[in-house]
C-alpha cells in the first residue's frame, strides 16, 4: 500500500537531562524526563499537537507498571529466535512464548502474566516487509504489548485493564475509540455497553476477523479490537474501519474459551484464558500525535542522523521520505536480531538479516550516502532502547562491528555487481534486449545488487526486465528460508507427558513404552526386527540434543526385543530417543531396560567442561568483548563459535591452550547448584541472551575460572579432562570465529598418534630435527622447479622457431607430461618478435584444456571478446586483456571449436 500524506508533520523530542539540548541536535542519549514539541524545521501546529506528550518509554513503563499493581508478573521478552517446536522463522507475537500455557501443555507461572515482547515479521502469511516504507504502521521488528490470564480474570477485567490504559493512563479520547466484537459474543457486547459506557455508534460486531483460532484444532475464542479514529468526529459503518488510513487499530483482546476439534466442533474449556496484544508503535504514534509511526520519536532520531549525513531534509523530501523510514526501520531490526545472535549468512534467519542490512544501505544510496553509515545508528537504537533491552547495551559493540563489515561487504559486491551487469546487458542486447530472470535473481543473490537499481538502470539502457522470472527465483528462496523453520507435525505427543530426565545420576533405567513413532513422527503400534522409529518414556537417563550437547546414544533390551537407541532428542520437553529393532518386536507399554553409552557421554561430558574452560580463557587472552555465539559438544571434540574481529595470532593460540591446560592441571572440583535464573546473574553468571531459561536453572561453577548457566552435562573434577588441544581456528562469519578442539581420550589419541607421525618423519629424514631438513628440501625443491621451468621454456621456444610457417595462426599443442606456465612469456616474446601473428597454445591434461592466446601488436583483434563465445565449448572460462587471454575448461572437445573460429577470423 503506497501512504502519502497530504499534510506532512513530524513530532520532535528535547532531552531535558544534558542542559536541555535538543535529541536531534546532539549526540544520542539516553531517554530521561523527556518532552516532545514542535520541530525546529516543520509543519505541527501547536494547538494540534500541545507542549508537552508522553516519550515511547514513559508509554512503555506505565503499561508495565499498571500490569504488576493489577498482580501481572511480567516476564521478560522471550528472544527473537523462538523453540524448534513453535515452527516459525522468528517470534512474531507477544503470546509465542506462552502457548504452551494455552494449549494446556504447560502450566503457567502465576494464573497473571505480561509481557514486552520484541517481534519480528518478514515472512509467512504475516510478512510485512514490502509494506515497509510505505505504509504508515507498518514494521519490520516491533513491540507487542501483552497481559494474559490463564483461568484467573476474563472478559470483565480484560476489557476494563485495557480500556483504563488507552484513556485513563495514556489519556487517549475516548470519543477517538471505537470498538468491535466477535458477531456471538453477547457477553463482551453488554460490557462495553453497561461497564464501559460505549454507545451503539462506536460499538460493531464482526464476523471471521474477530474469532482467534490457534490452528485447525485447539483453544480458540472471540476477540475485540480497539480501534482508534485517526480523522476525529467521524461515524463509520463497520467497512469503514478496516480502512487504515482512517481507521487505525490498536490492540485486540482475545477470549479463548472454546476448544475446537477435528470435526470443527467447539467444546468450552473449563479454564478460560484472556490473550491481549497491543501494537506499541502504533500507540506511541496516537499518544504523540504523529502522522505515521516514523514521526514519532521511536523513529526520529534515527531519521535525523541520517539527514545530516545525507544533506537532505525528510519533510522536504516527500518523493524520498520512503527511503529515510526502511534505513531507521531496518536499523532497529538488525540491531535486535543480530543482538539475538543471529548473524548474515546465505540461508535460514541470516539471509533475512543480509537482506534486511542490503535493503536499508540500498534506501540509503538513494540518499547518496554510499560509505557505511548503518552501523553508526546502533548507538541511536541503544540510546532509545538499551535501558529496556540491556542484550543490545552489552553488545553495542559486536552489534557494529558486524553491520559495518556488512556493508563494506555489500559495497564491495554492488562493485562487482555493476560489473556484471555490464556482462549481462552485452548478453541482453542477444536476447531481445531482455535480461531474463535467472540473470536478475544472480544479480540480486551472489552479487548483493539491489533489484530497483538494477530496474532504474535497465531503464535508462532501453533494456526488458523477465520480472516475472526474477520472482519466480525469488519465491524458492523464500520457500528454502521458510523450509528448515517449517512446523513439524507432532500431534502424537499432544497427549504425552513430559519426560523427566534422570541422567544427571544414572546411565541406566527403565519404563513403560508410551508411545512409538515412525521416522516421519506417525504413531505405530509396534516395531519388528531390522526397523527404525522413535520410542518414548516418562522417565530417561538419555540426554536429548539440546544447548549444544550432543544428544546421548545406548542399548535397550525388553523380554521380547532388544536394539540401539543411536540418538536422543528433545521435542517440546519430550525426549525422543531413536531407535532400531536388531531383534524381536516392541510394542506400546512394554517394559524397556536401557543403558547409556558410558564412553561417548564421558567424552560428551569431558568436551562441555572444556568448553566452559575455553570460553573464559577466550575472554582473558582477547579481550572482554568475547561472548559464546555458538557451540556444539560431542564425542569426536568440540566447536566453539565467539566474537572477535580478527583471526588469532598463532601466538594466542598457543597461550589460549597452555591457559586452558594450567586449569585442567589445577584439578579443579567442578560443582553444580540449582538455583533462580535471577539469583545466578547477580552472582555474575554468564548467560547467553538468545537462550530462554526456566525458573530454576543449573549453575556451573569451576572455581576461579568459569561461572555459567548450562543445563548440560560436565565432569566432576577439570583434572578427567586429562588435556586440551586445538584443531582449527578460523572465521564462520562477519566478526564470528570458530575453534575446534579436543580433549579426554581423543586428545590422547591425537598426542600419540602425531608422537608416531614425527617418529617417522624423523626415520625418512634421518635427521633429530626434522622440520629445519623439511625447510631445506623444500628450497631444494624450489630452486629445482625454478631450473626446470627455466628448461622447459627454452625447449618450448625452440620447438615454437622450428615449427614457424607463412600462416598467420599458429597453433602448438604442449605436451601433458611439461608445465603450461612458461607459455605466457613466450607468448609475450612472440607477439612482440611477430605483430601480425595469433599464437594459440594449448594442453591437454587430466582430461582438462588449458589454452593461452595472444596476437601481435599489429592486429587490433579483441582476443576476450572472441573467446567468450567458445567459453561455453570448453566447458569453463578465463580473463585477460585484449591482446592475451589464458582460460581452461572441462571439455577438452572445444579446442577444435576455437582454432576454427580463429581460422575464420585470422583471414
Known amino acids: 500500500m503506497q501512504y502519502s500524506s497530504n499534510k506532512p508533520s513530524i513530532t520532535s523530542i528535547i532531552l531535558n537531562n544534558r542542559g536541555g539540548l535538543c535529541q536531534l541536535c546532539q549526540p544520542p542519549s539516553p531517554y530521561s524526563k523527556t518532552l516532545i514539541k514542535k520541530l525546529p524545521f516543520d509543519i505541527m501546529s501547536d494547538s494540534e499537537k500541545g507542549d508537552e506528550m508522553k516519550t515511547s518509554s514513559q508509554i512503555r513503563n506505565d503499561f508495565v507498571n499498571m500490569l504488576k499493581k493489577d498482580g501481572h508478573n511480567v516476564i521478560p521478552s522471550a528472544p527473537l529466535i523462538p523453540p524448534k517446536e513453535l515452527g516459525l522463522l522468528f517470534t512474531n507475537a507477544g503470546m509465542n512464548q506462552f502457548s504452551k500455557y494455552f494449549s494446556g501443555e504447560e502450566l503457567p507461572p502465576d494464573t497473571r502474566l505480561g509481557s514486552v515482547q520484541k517481534c519480528i515479521r ?86 471471521k476477523t474477530n474469532f482467534w483460532e490457534m490452528g485447525e484444532t485447539g483453544p480458540c475464542g472471540p476477540s475485540t479490537e480497539i480501534i482508534y479514529d485517526l480523522k476525529g468526529k467521524s461515524t463509520p459503518t463497520a467497512e469503514d474501519l478496516e480502512d487504515s488510513i482512517k481507521y487505525l487499530e490498536l490492540g485486540n483482546i482475545v477470549f479463548t474459551q472454546y476448544y475446537k476439534d477435528n470435526a470443527g466442533n467447539l467444546e468450552p474449556l473449563p479454564k478460560k484464558n484472556v490473550d491481549t496484544g497491543l501494537g506499541f508503535e502504533r500507540i506511541v504514534r496516537v499518544v504523540q500525535g504523529a502522522d505515521n509511526n516514523f514521526e514519532s520519536d521511536l523513529f526520529l532520531p534515527l531519521i535525523r542522523e541520517i539527514e545530516m549525513i545525507s544533506g537532505l531534509r525528510y519533510a522536504q523530501e516527500e518523493g524520498k521520505k520512503p527511503f529515510f523510514r526502511v534505513a531507521a526501520d531496518h536499523i532497529r531490526a538488525l540491531t535486535f536480531l543480530i543482538g539475538d545472535g543471529v548473524l548474515p549468512s546465505n540461508a535460514g534467519r541470516g539471509y533475512v538479516v543480509r537482506k534486511l542490512l542490503r535493503r536499508a544501505a540500498s534506501n540509503l544510496r538513494k540518499l547518496s550516502i554510499e560509505e557505511p553509515f548503518l552501523y553508526k545508528l546502533v548507538r541511536t537504537v541503544k540510546a532509545s532502547m538499551g535501558d529496556f533491552y540491556p542484550e543490545i547495551s552489552e553488545k553495542t559493540q559486536l552489534i557494529e562491528n558486524i ?163 543411536y540418538d536422543t532428542q528433545i521435542f517440546n520437553d519430550r525426549h525422543l530417543h531413536m531407535i532400531k529393532v536388531e531383534d524381536g518386536e516392541l510394542r506400546v507399554k512394554d517394559e524397556i531396560r536401557f543403558t547409556v553409552d558410558q564412553g561417548k557421554r564421558d567424552q560428551i561430558r569431558i568436551h562441555h567442561t572444556l568448553s566452559h574452560l575455553l570460553h573464559s580463557v577466550l575472554r582473558d587472552v582477547l579481550g572482554e568483548h568475547c561472548h559464546q555465539a555458538g557451540s556444539f559438544v560431542g564425542e569426536s571434540g568440540l566447536r566453539f563459535d565467539f566474537t572477535h574481529f580478527k583471526k588469532v595470532t598463532d601466538e594466542e593460540l598457543t597461550l589460549i591452550e597452555k591457559k586452558v591446560n594450567q586449569s585442567i592441571g589445577k584439578a579443579n572440583e567442578v560443582q553444580i547448584t540449582e538455583t533462580t535464573h535471577e539469583q545466578a546473574l547477580e552472582m555474575g553468571a554468564m548467560a547467553l541472551f538468545e537462550s530462554k531459561y526456566k525458573d530454576k536453572v543449573r549453575l556451573v561453577h569451576v572455581e576461579g575460572v568459569s561461572l555459567e548457566l548450562c543445563g548440560g552435562l560436565h565432569v566432576e573434577n577439570t583434572l578427567q579432562a586429562r588435556g586440551f588441544k586445538i584443531i582449527s581456528e578460523n572465521s564462520v562469519a562477519a566478526g564470528i570465529r570458530r575453534i575446534k578442539a579436543v580433549g579426554g581420550e581423543k586428545y590422547i589419541d591425537m598426542v600419540n598418534t602425531a608422537w608416531v607421525a614425527l617418529d617417522v618423519i624423523k626415520q625418512q629424514t634421518k635427521s633429530a630435527n626434522p622440520l629445519e631438513e623439511i625447510r631445506r628440501l623444500q628450497e631444494s625443491l624450489s630452486e629445482t622447479e625454478k631450473r626446470a621451468l627455466s628448461l622447459e621454456k627454452a625447449l618450448l621456444q625452440k620447438a615454437v622457431e622450428y615449427s614457424l610457417s607463412e600462416e598467420k595462426l599458429q597453433i602448438i599443442k604442449i605436451d601433458a607430461k611439461l608445465h603450461f606456465a612458461p607459455a605466457r612469456e613466450v607468448i609475450d616474446d612472440l607477439r612482440n618478435r611477430f605483430p601480425e601473428k595469433v599464437f594459440l597454445f594449448y594442453q591437454v591434461k587430466n582430461e582438462k584444456l588449458t589454452l593461452a592466446l595472444g596476437r601481435g601488436s599489429g592486429l587490433e583483434l579483441d582476443l576476450v571478446a572472441f573467446m567468450k563465445q567458445y567459453f561455453k565449448a570448453i566447458g569453463g572460462g578465463g580473463g585477460g586483456r585484449p591482446e592475451f587471454i589464458q582460460c581452461g575448461g572441462g571439455d577438452p572437445q572445444g579446442i577444435q571449436a576455437v582454432i576454427e573460429g580463429l581460422k575464420d577470423i585470422v583471414k
Not at 497481559?147 to 484467573?152: E, L, T
Not at 472478559?155 to 484513556?167: D, P, S
Not at 540473470?439 to 532504474?456: R, S
Not at 528460508?481 to 502424537?492: I, M
Open 403 to 565: 553491520i559495518l563489515e556488512e556493508e563494506e561487504r555489500f559495497i564491495r559486491l554492488v562493485k562487482t555487481g555493476f560489473t556484471k551487469y555490464v556482462q549481462l546487458k552485452e548478453k541482453a542486447s542477444n536476447n531481445n534486449d531482455t535480461l531474463g530472470g535467472e540473470e536478475l535473481f544472480e544479480l540480486y543473490d551472489t552479487y548483493g545488487f539491489p533489484i530497483d537499481l538494477v530496474k532504474e538502470m535497465a531503464r535508462d539502457d532501453g533494456l526488458k526486465l523477465d520480472v516475472k522470472g526474477f520472482n519466480e527465483k525469488m519465491s524458492v528462496q523464500r520457500e528454502m528460508a521458510r523450509s528448515s523453520h517449517k512446523k513439524q507435525d507432532l500431534s502424537a505427543l499432544r497427549n504425552i507427558p513430559e519426560s523427566v530426565f534422570t541422567g544427571y545420576d544414572a546411565l541406566t533405567g527403565k519404563g513403560n513404552i508410551l508411545a512409538i513413532l515412525d521416522l516421519k513422527y506417525n504413531p505405530v503400534d509396534a516395531l519388528k526386527n531390522g526397523e527404525k522409529g522413535i520410542l518414548l518414556f516418562e522417565n530417561t537417563p538419555f540426554y536429548g540434543e539440546s544447548g549444544g550437547q550432543a544428544g546421548d546414544s545406548g542399548n535397550f533390551s525388553s523380554q521380547k526385543a532388544k536394539g540401539k537407541i
Open 122 to 207: 518478514v515472512s509467512g502469511k504475516h510478512n510485512d516487509f514490502e509494506a515497509v516504507g510505505f505504509s504508515p504502521h507498518h514494521h519490520t521488528f516491533f513491540e507487542m504489548l501483552g497481559y494474559f490470564s490463564f483461568g484467573d480474570y476474563f472478559k470483565e477485567h480484560a476489557i476494563n485493564l485495557g480500556w483504563k490504559y488507552y484513556t485513563e493512563i495514556l489519556g487517549i479520547p475516548a470519543d477517538r475509540l471505537f470498538i468491535t466484537v466477535y458477531k456471538d459474543d453477547d457477553e463482551s457486547m453488554q460490557i462495553w455497553k453497561d461497564t464501559i459506557g460505549i454507545g451503539d455508534d462506536r460499538l460493531f460486531k464482526l464476523d
